[in-house]
């Protein structure tokens, strides 16, 4: 079998996925106990950032180094990319020195080329399309507040921009089974073919006008900012055209009393959630945040080290 790569969660099959989460547990747990487990001992993960990150970037480098390998840190200006050499040939090179390669950029077509070319596993670290290490990570958080084998029964409900951390939901949503209900303004939906592709796949995925509608009854709610990474300019025009979707207190009401919240973060207090949410006793994201790091270890360990998630 050729090599495997993580580009979207629509790839994977609902045991691997399943199987990752369960061994990001069990990593997870690992470290909780003081252990040591290092199978990447002399591996290297090449990361390669045409974006700014916080959690993607510490969570994967931490996440090598406790697994035993290095990663490097190799921003696009760092590179000949950024004087035009092409992805194909930097798939190449980069291929025969390292092990596995994570990026994140903006067109999900520039990963989809960098995994063509390379030899190693290419890892997705969030396109403009799709961010599905960070989905892992809240699938892992929903898996913590709700008990193992339950996400299959949640409904989770996404309030905002119909963006890439949206449509990752979307695909988690055709593998695992759990009712998705978004809403989003008009002119903000999230891509038509993703939806097509999940609801033709059997996915129960529901887009609102009205967030009120779609949080009602949820164990899940989940937001992200308004303007993205690249969307700066929009970012006036965003503002009043989500000026209804702000996750707050009385939105969170509608969901189920033991409802959680999620954001991947950053986040803008005031704008896509209240500070009395995300700031307050439903919220998860901190641990969704940390979670980053558990679930990078189990990608890592399964595309690096060999060790199948199901
Ligand atoms: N959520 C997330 O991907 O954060 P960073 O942009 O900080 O990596
Ligand atoms: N939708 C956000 C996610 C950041 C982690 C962005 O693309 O900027």
Redesign the pocket.
């Known amino acids: 079998m050729g090599k495997r790569d993580l580009l979207t969660l629509s790839e994977l099959s609902k045991r691997e996925l399943l199987g990752l989460l369960d061994r990001a547990q069990e990593l997870k747990q690992i470290m909780k106990l003081g252990g040591h487990h290092r199978p990447l001992e002399g591996r290297s993960l090449a990361m390669v950032f045409e ?1 700014a ?1 916080t ?2 970037r510490v969570s994967f480098d931490v996440g090598m180094h406790q697994l035993g390998g290095r990663a490097l840190m190799l921003k696009r200006d760092d590179l000949q990319i950024g004087r035009g050499e092409s992805i194909p040939d930097t798939a190449r090179v980069l291929s025969r020195y390292v092990d596995a390669i994570l990026i994140r950029t903006f067109q999900h077509e520039t990963v989809e080329m960098l995994a063509q070319h390379a030899d190693v596993p290419v890892i997705n670290g ?1 396109t ?1 399309k799709t ?1 599905p290490c ?1 989905v892992l990570a809240d699938l892992l958080t929903c898996q913590e507040a709700f008990g193992a084998g339950v996400l299959g029964a949640l409904r989770v409900a996404w309030i905002g ?1 119909g ?3 949206a449509h990752s939901w979307i695909n988690a949503a055709q593998v695992l089974g759990f009712a998705l209900t978004l809403a989003c303004p008009a002119g903000y939906d999230p891509d038509p073919a993703i939806v097509e592709a999940a609801c033709a796949a059997g996915a129960d995925v529901r887009i609102f006008r009205d967030p009120a509608e779609a949080t009602a009854g949820c164990h899940v709610v989940n937001t ?2 308004w ?5 700066e300019e929009e970012a006036q025009a965003r503002r009043t055209a989500f000026a209804d979707f702000q996750v707050d207190a009385a939105l969170m009401a509608r969901a189920r009393s033991e409802a959680i919240f999620l954001h ?3 986040a803008h207090r005031g704008e896509e959630v209240a500070a009395e949410v995300i700031d307050g006793p439903q919220s998860r994201v901190f641990d969704e945040a940390e979670n980053r790091l558990h679930a990078q270890k189990a990608v890592l360990e399964w595309l690096i080290g060999g060790r199948a998630p199901a």
């Open positions: 974006k990150s959690r993607t969030l403009d961010h960070q921009d963006n890439n951390m992200d900012v303007a993205s990474m690249g969307q991947c973060l950053p």
